[in-house]
């Protein structure tokens, strides 16, 4: 079946410049996640809904980032008046369960490269 | 708080030779452990997984045991091949946060015919 998909898969922008990230999940996964990756590392926590409701955005770093799942299926991730270095890799995964279940798999998209100029 | 300390890269090793990527772990409660692999040009994906003390998680030849008294998780394989050339991360989730993924560094693995 279809997996994680994330549009666009590179974005360019300059600094300012308001951008969104679209993640579309798997099909009946209750759960959706976004990381973001810095060159060299590992991917960090930004955000974690479960259906449409968002259950914690602790690791959103600043009010300039938002995200949404408004149907409980599709979300956006957008970045407002983009700064250099929110470049990175933005990742988003789905789940099945979610926090029912500690075991729960996350499948990963294959992310969105964004470079701020 | 959680996190994943990471053997550093790059590891470059010839086909057929033993792989150990050493994982080690801070974590409140009881994880879960994951190592995760990303193929060039792919997303990541999940290679094996271990939920409690002793656990052996396993695939595609790969294994890792969760060690609860040294906390670790190191990935192993008995003989790697071109196509396991990757960057594999070791991960963790936490009893506290049952959706929140720690992540380690990653480790670049480039293996040579």
């Known amino acids: 079946g279809a997996g994680v998909s994330q549009s666009p898969r590179y974005k360019v922008t300059k600094r300012g410049q308001d951008v969104a990230l679209r993640c579309d999940p798997i099909?009946?996964?209750?759960?959706l996640y976004w990381y973001r990756q810095a060159l060299g590392q590992g991917p960090e926590f930004l955000t974690y809904?479960?259906?449409?409701?968002?259950?914690?955005k602790s690791g959103l770093p600043n009010d300039r980032f938002s995200a949404e799942r408004p149907e409980g299926s599709i979300s956006t991730l957008t970045i407002q008046r983009t700064e250099q270095r929110d470049s990175a890799m933005y990742r988003c995964?789905?789940?099945?369960?979610?926090?029912?279940?500690?075991?729960?798999?996350?499948?990963f998209g294959p992310g969105t490269r964004l470079t701020v100029l | 708080g959680n996190s994943v300390t990471q053997m550093e890269g790059p590891v470059t090793l010839s086909e057929e030779a033993f792989l150990t990527i050493n994982c080690t772990y801070t974590?409140?409660?009881?994880?879960?452990l994951f190592w995760y692999v990303q193929y060039p040009g792919e997303g990541l994906q999940l290679l094996l997984k271990?939920?409690?003390?002793?656990d052996k998680g396993s695939n595609k030849g790969f294994e890792a045991t969760y060690r609860k008294e040294t906390t670790s998780f190191h990935l192993e394989k008995g003989s790697v091949q071109v196509s396991d050339s990757a960057v594999y991360f070791c991960?963790?989730?936490?009893?506290?946060?049952?959706?929140?993924?720690?992540f380690g560094k990653g480790t670049l693995l480039t293996v040579n015919p």
């Open positions: 995964a789905s789940s099945l369960s979610g926090s029912l279940v500690v075991t729960d798999t996350q499948y």
């Open positions: 809904f479960n259906y449409e409701a968002q259950q914690d």
């Open positions: 271990a939920t409690k003390a002793d």
């Open positions: 099909s009946g996964h209750v759960s």
């Open positions: 974590a409140t409660g009881y994880p879960s």
């Open positions: 991960a963790l989730k936490s009893g506290g946060s049952n959706y929140k993924l720690t």
